[in-house]
């Protein structure tokens, strides 16, 4: 059984970093490529950026690139995004996903990332 | 453009039939996903590609596409169909792409 299990709630200053971490398991990790979509309070699902571990090739939306890094280990199949320059904007829940052949078929639980000062 | 638009809301009454629309250009070149998202829980496939259901996801949900719209319909709706419904697509890099979601009130 596939299961994507994140790291917990954040709360960070403004201008700071997070990471948070995806453990994947119950899958073959080199398979599939893997994504990170957020979503602000009362708001939609928002892509974030993406990453197949096979080709170690990542690339990430618009509003985020360059604030954002996603890289994977493959010795625990783990993927991380770390994010930096945080604001306020920037409160949200972020989820892992596993992209299939398009569609995302495994999501993480979610982690709170709280930005305040 | 890359955008896909849903409806915002729609409701139904139980038992009755609920279709779900999404609208976009790359619906033209990709298969429309949708997701199913109920308060405080990730969101969950329900319906992917050429109308596949994952394991577990009733046969009530069905999707079809024609054009630049992708439909989602639930034959059927029952009390814990409600929730926000996603599309979602890839957009002209390749890179997902969702609709901004649609709630589902069943009455």
């Known amino acids: 059984q596939v299961q994507l299990v994140q790291s917990g709630a954040e709360v960070k200053k403004p201008g700071s970093s997070v990471k948070v971490s995806c453990k994947a398991s119950g899958g073959t990790f080199n398979s599939y490529g893997f994504h990170w979509v957020r979503q602000a309070p009362g708001q939609g699902l928002e892509w974030m950026g993406g990453i197949i571990p096979k080709f170690e090739t990542s690339n990430y939306a618009q509003k985020v690139e360059g604030r954002v890094t996603i890289t994977t280990d493959e010795s625990t199949s783990t993927v991380y995004m770390e994010m930096n320059s945080l604001t306020s904007d920037d409160t949200a829940v972020y989820y892992c996903a596993r992209d299939r052949d398009g569609d995302l078929d495994y999501w993480g639980q979610g982690t709170l990332v709280i930005v305040s000062s | 453009s890359s955008e896909l638009t849903q409806d915002p809301a729609v409701s139904v009454a139980l038992g009755q039939t609920v279709r779900f629309t999404c609208q976009g250009d790359s619906l033209r070149t990709y298969y429309a996903n949708w997701y199913r998202q109920k308060p405080g829980q990730a969101p969950v496939l329900v319906v992917y590609g050429d109308n596949n259901r994952p394991s577990g996801i009733p046969d009530r949900f069905s999707a079809s596409s024609s054009g630049n719209t992708a439909s989602l319909t639930v034959t059927g709706a029952q009390a814990e169909d409600e929730a926000d419904y996603y599309c979602?697509?890839?957009?002209?890099?390749?890179?997902?792409?969702f609709g901004g979601g649609t709630k589902l009130t069943v009455l």
């Open positions: 979602n697509s890839r957009d002209s890099s390749g890179n997902p792409l």
